[in-house]
Nanobody
């Protein structure tokens, strides 16, 4: 089973940007036949929300509402996917999770907290 570890969360000023990473272990993201990494977030008292996906080919899927603010990238040598989001507001405060969808099923990370303060 693949393991995912998120990092890079913390406190950010409104209007600033965040950069969170997801490191995948025990599964070669770029050399395997499949492997999509998705980002979700969940704020207190709210349902988990889809943020974006980078599929195995490198194509990205981002909700229209977030497209102007999001950049996704994948680094094969380090088996890492990075999510960058700018123009942050308090609405972006949440726990951010990455999820791997692959031939063995799915695996989730434990999440990293992002808090946006004004």
């Amino acid at each position: 089973q693949a393991r995912l570890v998120e990092s890079g969360g913390g406190s950010v000023q409104a209007g600033g940007s965040l950069k969170v990473s997801c490191v995948v272990s025990d599964y070669p993201l770029c050399n395997a036949c499949t492997g999509d990494i998705s980002w979700f977030r969940q704020a207190p008292g709210k349902e988990r929300e889809f943020v974006s996906t980078i599929v195995h080919s490198g194509r990205t899927i981002v909700p229209d509402s977030m497209k102007p603010r999001i950049t996704l990238s994948k680094d094969c040598p380090t088996n890492t996917v990075t999510l960058e989001m700018n123009s942050l507001t308090s609405d972006d405060t949440a726990m951010y999770y990455c999820k791997l969808t692959y031939c063995r099923g799915t695996s989730w990370g434990q999440g990293t907290q992002v808090t946006v303060s004004s």
